[in-house]
């Protein structure tokens, strides 16, 4: 295990990469062409009530409807990032662990909360998939995602709920859960587990990043240091009335066909990948982004950015280097775009 290094800008992220440029997105992991017009319909009928405090009770039972919970294991907060930075706050945490590379907002939460972050590097030659025993038994708190963010990686459930001990809280980032077919690992409903803490967000499938809203399932205990941590009304009406219609059972339809043709449009973009014999995928992606290794990728991705194509570095993510890439999955005719484009880029590079 690793200790902290300040080596990666760990507040980097892909909305970065886009600012202030007209360029072709392929660096935010947000589904595209979102939200969709019914919901931005009931997101904009709720303005009318913007005079009265928002009243997240709706939105709370229908989460917990949702995952078969009761609600007072369900809080509603200002998207997963505001989720990591209660938990960093609240826990009495003494020896925090992060397994990266992954999303790197929970270490830096945990850092700006005080504490001293110990890191597990899963490794490429292992396909960045986790081992349990890599793990320290005296950590207390650990933080994994799944799908993780940027390698795709879908852990097996039970591989990750191996991980749970009495006096540990597992933290499990399941942001890009609903993006993977049938939500197949996840642990979301899981009352069986002792200290798991799972995160969701409604930001990558519904396009709701500039509304904040996602939402923490955990034991009443859990929830309750987190509640009494946040400010008063920490989710505004727009983003509980969000909340409340993609837990409908129409929202789940059509999420779970999206996540289908998201897998579709990620295998046209492997098979694209694999044409280049300078690119390196990450098998097994499960996730609405790939990872891919480069040399010089860095050079290519300012190549890209002439071309009008902004992917994400992966440099800022621990136990990842200058030569790593990600992409998000886009629509056929622009991945074909793309790839046009990257070939351009490698023949520079020659």
């Known amino acids: 295990m690793h200790t902290q290094s300040d080596a990666h800008d760990l507040r980097h992220h892909g909305d970065a990469e886009v600012r202030d440029e007209k360029l072709i997105d392929l660096a935010v992991n947000v589904r595209t062409n979102t939200p969709p017009d019914w919901l931005r319909k009931r997101i904009a009928d709720s303005l009318t009530g913007l005079a009265a405090y928002p009243d997240g009770r709706a939105a709370r039972a229908a989460v917990a409807v949702r ?86 990686v879908l852990h097996p459930a039970a591989t990750i709920a191996a991980l749970a001990r009495p006096g540990r809280t597992l933290v499990v980032d399941e942001a890009f859960m609903d993006a993977v077919p049938g939500e197949r690992e996840s642990l979301a409903g899981r009352t069986d587990v002792p200290g798991l803490v799972v995160l969701r967000s409604l930001t990558k499938t ?16 859990t929830i309750a240091l987190l509640e009494r941590a946040q ?50 995928t990450v098998a097994g992606a499960e996730g609405p982004f790939v990872l891919l290794r480069i040399d010089g990728a860095d050079a290519i991705r300012d190549r890209l950015r002439l071309l009008g194509f902004a992917a994400r570095r992966g440099d800022t993510f621990p136990g990842l280097d200058r030569n790593w890439l990600r992409l998000a999955v886009r629509d056929r005719a622009t991945t074909n775009r793309f790839l046009q484009a990257l070939d351009q880029a490698l023949l520079l590079n020659g």
Do not use: K
């Open 67 to 152: 995952h078969d919970l009761p609600p007072g294991r369900v809080l509603l907060t200002a998207g997963a990032a505001e989720a990591f930075v209660l938990l960093a706050r609240a826990l009495p945490v003494r020896r925090p662990v992060v397994v990266h590379p992954q999303f790197t907002e929970p270490e830096a939460a945990l850092r700006d909360a005080g504490h001293e972050v110990g890191r597990v590097l899963l490794r490429e030659e292992d396909g960045f998939r986790l081992d349990p025993a890599a793990v320290p038994d005296d950590a207390d708190l650990v933080v994994i995602g799944n799908p993780t963010n940027p390698t795709s």
């Open 206 to 221: 519904w396009g709701l990043a500039g509304l904040r809203i996602g939402y923490v399932l955990a034991e009443p205990e």
């Open 231 to 280: 400010p008063l009304w920490p989710v505004s009406t727009p983003a509980l009335v969000a909340a409340e219609a993609c837990m409908s059972r129409m929202a789940l339809a059509e999420a779970e066909h999206a996540a289908h043709r998201i897998g579709v449009e990620r295998a046209h973009l492997l098979a694209g990948l694999a044409e280049f014999d300078e690119v390196r």
